[in-house]
């Protein structure tokens, strides 16, 4: 077998332990129309689905993973206030720009030259765009980088009603006015994170976006559509292995019910839980920052409920068929997520004929703010690869 690669907490190469893996591939589908996935639909998978694995101990953020390659400390050692305003005015070195869209006004930050190819960071729940900053700051001497709050999150404003604002088509919306306001003719190299990378999964899958995506990096957040199939082939093919992972997962998802019970979310995230979550998360993730989360936490995570209200059901229920990515995707898997098994993974080969690159590192769920350096090192070399691949094209 050809030699696999891992990169350690420095972000260089270093070889797995196993010395197992395959190579990354290009758009040839495997099989024939008579192989069918899980889904019940042909399959579609690539040649390529490269694993490659950190091996370092990733739980915790150290100074080495968070000093900016250009030098410039975080927020937190600069001096600014911890949970800052994120609707304050940008460092001088980053730009803010409105896009109005869908009945929302969209608050758009973009950092390094806006000649370079242009990365767009989605953020997930309950977070604001100031998650990606230490990547950000990582990738801004290479690219274009830009990152933006959803609707309903930091600086955006909400949709009026609540009541499906949020549904995966109106965010595409969103994802596609951004996409062509800071990058008008050439396409995106999108990433996201939790929900972030449950919409991109949406952005890479639906025949509109195509010419606008050039490659999709996707972190802790599976594609509702395949998730739905996920279930619906563990009732219909029962197992014990099958009922434990239903079981595992069921207890990881505790909260998404109770994300969707009326009022009493909102009521918490703007009590209690939201005066307690940054030193929850602090403990948890064990983030050495005081300056994440913002201020806004109590109203992004009240809002952001209807994510949940206006998605997870309708998709289980009815998954799409057809939701095959039009691009190359690396999927980076947090493999202690307390939210979201390695496990629920396991097909997206089947959903990705563009190629599949998939990457394990042994931390936890907020991975952006945990081990930015590594992250910005795995997003840089996949968008470096598929830039070179369409200029050979060219």
Request: net charge neutral; charged share 25%.
């Given at each position: 077998?050809?030699?696999?690669?891992?990169?350690?907490?420095?972000?260089?190469?270093?070889?797995?332990?196993?010395?197992?893996?395959?190579?990354?591939?290009?758009?040839?589908?495997?099989?024939?129309?008579?192989?069918?996935?899980?889904?019940?639909?042909?399959?579609?998978?690539?040649?390529?689905?490269?694993?490659?694995?950190?091996?370092?101990?990733?739980?915790?953020?150290?100074?080495?993973?968070?000093?900016?390659?250009?030098?410039?400390?975080?927020?937190?050692?600069?001096?600014?206030?911890?949970?800052?305003?994120?609707?304050?005015?940008?460092?001088?070195?980053?730009?803010?720009?409105?896009?109005?869209?869908?009945?929302?006004?969209?608050?758009?930050?973009?950092?390094?030259?806006?000649?370079?190819?242009?990365?767009?960071?989605?953020?997930?729940?309950?977070?604001?765009?100031?998650?990606?900053?230490?990547?950000?700051?990582?990738?801004?001497?290479?690219?274009?980088?830009?990152?933006?709050?959803?609707?309903?999150?930091?600086?955006?404003?909400?949709?009026?009603?609540?009541?499906?604002?949020?549904?995966?088509?109106?965010?595409?919306?969103?994802?596609?006015?951004?996409?062509?306001?800071?990058?008008?003719?050439?396409?995106?190299?999108?990433?996201?994170?939790?929900?972030?990378?449950?919409?991109?999964?949406?952005?890479?899958?639906?025949?509109?976006?195509?010419?606008?995506?050039?490659?999709?990096?996707?972190?802790?957040?599976?594609?509702?559509?395949?998730?739905?199939?996920?279930?619906?082939?563990?009732?219909?093919?029962?197992?014990?292995?099958?009922?434990?992972?239903?079981?595992?997962?069921?207890?990881k998802s505790w909260y998404i019910g109770a994300l969707h019970l009326p009022r009493l979310p909102e009521l918490a995230w703007r009590g209690p839980?939201?005066?307690?979550?940054?030193?929850?998360?602090?403990?948890?993730?064990?983030?050495?920052?005081?300056?994440?989360?913002?201020?806004?936490?109590?109203?992004?995570?009240?809002?952001?409920?209807?994510?949940?209200?206006?998605?997870?059901?309708?998709?289980?229920?009815?998954?799409?068929?057809?939701?095959?990515?039009?691009?190359?995707?690396?999927?980076?898997?947090?493999?202690?997520?307390?939210?979201?098994?390695?496990?629920?993974?396991?097909?997206?080969?089947?959903?990705?004929?563009?190629?599949?690159?998939?990457?394990?590192?042994?931390?936890?769920?907020?991975?952006?703010?945990?081990?930015?350096?590594?992250?910005?090192?795995?997003?840089?070399?996949?968008?470096?690869e598929h830039e070179e691949l369409g200029e050979d094209k060219d």
């Open positions: 077998m050809p030699e696999r690669r891992a990169e350690d907490g420095t972000g260089r190469d270093a070889e797995a332990a196993d010395g197992t893996g395959t190579a990354s591939g290009g758009g040839d589908r495997k099989g024939g129309a008579d192989r069918t996935n899980d889904a019940g639909t042909p399959d579609q998978t690539a040649d390529a689905d490269r694993t490659n694995e950190a091996g370092d101990g990733a739980g915790a953020t150290n100074d080495a993973d968070r000093t900016s390659p250009t030098g410039r400390p975080d927020r937190e050692r600069a001096g600014a206030a911890p949970g800052g305003d994120p609707s304050a005015p940008p460092p001088a070195d980053v730009r803010e720009s409105w896009v109005e869209t869908g009945g929302v006004r969209l608050r758009v930050l973009a950092r390094g030259d806006a000649a370079r190819p242009t990365v767009l960071l989605v953020h997930g729940y309950p977070d604001s765009q100031e998650v990606w900053e230490e990547v950000a700051e990582f990738l801004a001497d290479r690219f274009h980088v830009v990152t933006y709050d959803v609707r309903g999150h930091g600086g955006s404003t909400a949709p009026l009603p609540l009541r499906g604002g949020f549904t995966l088509p109106k965010l595409t919306d969103d994802f596609l006015a951004v996409a062509h306001a800071v990058s008008p003719t050439r396409p995106v190299h999108l990433v996201g994170h939790d929900w972030g990378s449950v919409q991109g999964w949406e952005f890479a899958t639906v025949g509109r976006t195509q010419g606008r995506i050039a490659s999709f990096t996707s972190i802790s957040g599976p594609s509702l559509d395949h998730l739905g199939h996920w279930y619906a082939r563990r009732g219909r093919h029962p197992s014990p292995e099958g009922l434990l992972q239903l079981v595992d997962q069921g207890l839980l939201g005066r307690a979550w940054p030193r929850v998360l602090r403990r948890a993730e064990k983030l050495s920052s005081t300056a994440y989360p913002t201020a806004s936490l109590p109203s992004d995570a009240a809002n952001g409920a209807w994510l949940y209200r206006d998605n997870i059901l309708p998709r289980l229920r009815r998954p799409r068929p057809d939701a095959f990515a039009h691009v190359p995707v690396q999927l980076v898997i947090p493999t202690r997520d307390a939210f979201l098994s390695p496990y629920l993974y396991d097909k997206v080969g089947d959903w990705t004929p563009r190629g599949l690159r998939r990457r394990a590192v042994p931390a936890k769920h907020w991975l952006p703010r945990s081990r930015p350096k590594l992250l910005a090192g795995w997003i840089a070399d996949f968008v470096a």
